[in-house]
Nanobody, 113 residues
Framework: QVQLMESGGGLVQPGDSLRLSCVVSGRIFSAYAMYWYRQAPGKQREYVASINGEGITREDDSVKGRFTISRDKNIFYLQMNSLKSEDTATYYC?????????WGQGTQVTVSS
């Protein structure tokens, strides 16, 4: 019923910027928080940032000051600035709705010179 679809990934150079989008279909209540995660080859999926129904945001220390999560109606964004090679990963949007975990299919971000 709830579906998430990421887009906006690509190949960029260190220091460049990207904006990822996550389009949400189905009804999402305002109390549900949205999350961005990422997974690099050979590594576990890791938390990146979150936003709750009131717009309060959090971000992991690894991206703090560079990444910003935001929402515009049913679209969630991850603005990524000053990208580093360490940011290379598949990025996923995620929601935990009443105990049910939903994930998007992921979008690839590659940062390389």
């Amino acid at each position: 019923q709830v579906q998430l679809m990421e887009s906006g990934g690509g190949l960029v150079q260190p220091g460049d910027s990207l904006r990822l989008s996550c389009v949400v279909s189905g009804r999402i209540f305002s109390a549900y928080a949205m999350y961005w995660y990422r997974q690099a080859p050979g590594k576990q999926r890791e938390y990146v940032a979150s936003i709750n129904g009131e717009g309060i945001t959090r971000e992991d220390d690894s991206v703090k000051g560079r990444f910003t999560i935001s929402r515009d109606k049913n679209i969630f964004y991850l603005q990524m600035n000053s990208l580093k090679s360490e940011d290379t990963a598949t990025y996923y949007c995620h929601v935990n709705a009443a105990g049910i975990k939903y994930w998007g299919q992921g979008t690839q971000v590659t940062v390389s010179s």
